[in-house]
């Protein structure tokens, strides 16, 4: 079960590759995307025991990326559907069968328990984004596709160093040669200190690049503000968790050893500063869709934060994961009904959204609200969880600048949105013939019915499941 549902999303892939008609190929996506789902929840409920050797296992951690991963995806193959279907004039044959690999990608990074496999799996998504940012074939697209290609193929090159000298380290301390992620646990304290240090840094350096860490952010607005709206949704909220999970595995390591505090630190000042140049640059932007690129720098900034604190913000953390990643599905998705409704990203054509589409301005300006840690949405309990665990900790400094930072992001954020959804329709926009449509507005709809529940509740198995990964880092609620 634990290959079937990597191999899967792959035999989806070939079907779309060999439908020859662009209207039946969308429905593969949500087909596959759905089996891909209950197969989820079938390894959730009983969870084979690890591959012979030890490579693939679905543990706490993999647990969580997996389900919000299947999740997320679900909701962009059933938009999809409505998306293409608008876009008739653009070829989907590549678009189909590339989410499907990344589907296939992203779930090995879950499984991944050796982490040269988790590095494949984290480079194949890196390759299968590509022609997905590239789907619009314009100028613009494909300076964003070489710029995300570029960084995030040397970040993700550093990384591999960085697991080279991991393997290193265990040779000149004659421990067992291995990458396998319990060994390295079990052995971190005898690994050699210097390349162990060494390489501690190339993998923060490496998976930051792909989780788009200040300043190793730089591949995010244009990646962003290009790629369709689903595609986004699946960086700024799949690809993130994907790089986010290879940080986490390198943290149990270095917790294990006796550097886990400094990890801790240096995390904790890239978070800061991550959500210092996302208050910076997100005021005054008039592409809604860039904006939302510098919304993901603050979120993973929130996550490094979380991971520097250590303790009780680490159940934060994880929280926050889930959440980021469901709050940027409906914003995404609901920005690209509003961009194609105008033809517009910029804030000086496109006004009054709740008129011209109201359930996606409606959804824009709920999503908007939920991301910026308002009750009573996900991201304001996460939020709570991590900066009250700073204050708990004494660490004043840290969450005084943490609180700072989410009221600059909100007045930043603010001046875009609420023009945006609230203002006056230009008299002289361009007609357009998009309109809400049930495919393009349930998806988004149906994930921000999953975060106002997070918001209020949260679910007796996701709770012992958030308690369990927490523990595998050091921390608990």
């Known amino acids: 079960m634990m290959w079937a549902i990597v191999l899967l999303p792959l035999l989806g892939a070939l079907v779309a590759w060999l439908i020859p008609d662009d209207r039946r190929r969308t429905f593969v996506l949500p087909l596959f995307a759905f089996l891909h789902l209950a197969l989820t929840l079938a390894l959730l409920l009983d969870t084979p025991p690890p591959s012979p050797g030890g490579w693939i296992f679905l543990d706490p951690l993999g647990k969580l990326a997996l389900i919000c991963n ?62 997905l940012i590239y789907f619009n074939h314009n100028a613009r697209s494909i300076e964003a596709t070489w710029k995300y290609l570029l960084i995030c ?44 240090h060494a390489a501690f840094i190339f993998l923060l350096v490496g998976f930051g690049s792909k989780m788009g860490l200040a300043p190793l952010h730089t591949w995010k607005p244009d990646a962003y503000g ?77 996550l490094a934060v979380a991971l520097g604190l250590g303790k009780g913000a680490l159940y934060g953390a994880l929280l926050h ?13 609901s920005s690209g009904n509003i961009h194609r409704a105008y033809n517009s990203k910029s804030t000086n054509f496109v006004r009054g959204a709740l008129r011209r589409t109201p359930w996606s301005g409606a959804l824009f300006l709920a999503a908007f ?27 004043y400094w840290s969450g005084g600048l943490f609180l700072l930072f989410l009221a600059l992001i909100f007045i930043g954020m603010a001046s875009t949105v609420l023009p945006v ?37 949260i679910p007796g198995p996701l709770q012992a499941l958030l308690r369990e990964a927490a523990g595998q880092l050091g921390g608990g609620e």
């Not at 590339?98 to 090995?108: D, E, F, K, Q």
């Not at 994961?321 to 998705?333: H, R, S």
């Open 70 to 131: 299947s999740v997320l995806f679900a909701a962009c193959a059933a938009y999809a559907v409505g998306y293409l279907n608008y876009r008739r004039n653009r070829p989907n044959r590549i678009l189909c069968s590339a989410l499907l690999v990344c589907l296939s990608a992203m779930t090995l990074v879950a499984v991944s328990q050796h982490l040269g496999l988790l590095w494949i799996a984290l480079e194949a998504t890196t390759i299968t984004m590509a022609p």
């Open 153 to 196: 193929s040397v970040g993700i090159a550093i990384a591999l160093l960085g697991l080279f000298f991991l393997a290193y380290s265990t040779i000149v301390a004659k421990q067992e040669v291995s990458l396998l992620l319990g060994s390295l646990i079990g052995d971190a304290a005898r690994l050699h200190p210097g390349w162990r």
């Open 226 to 302: 290009e790629a369709p709206g689903l595609v986004g949704a699946l960086l700024a909220g799949g690809l993130v968790n994907c790089a986010l999970l290879g940080l986490l595995r390198v943290y149990q390591i270095a917790a294990a050893s006796t550097e886990g505090a400094l990890f801790q630190e240096v995390l904790l000042g890239m978070g800061l500063v991550s959500m210092a140049f996302a208050a910076v640059f997100m005021a005054r932007q008039s592409d809604f869709k860039r904006m939302l690129a510098y919304s993901s720098v603050e979120h993973v900034g929130i």
């Open 321 to 333: 994961m889930i959440n980021n990643a469901l709050t940027k599905g409906v914003l995404f998705l």
């Open 369 to 395: 609200f939920a991301i910026t840690g308002s009750p009573p949405f996900g991201p304001f309990v996460s939020e709570f969880l991590i900066v009250s665990s700073a204050f708990v900790q004494g660490n």
């Open 421 to 457: 959804v609230m203002g006056k329709i230009p008299g002289d926009i361009e007609k357009t013939h998009y309109r809400d449509t049930a495919h393009t507005v349930l998806p988004p709809l149906v994930l921000m019915g999953v975060i106002l529940m997070l918001g209020v509740w």
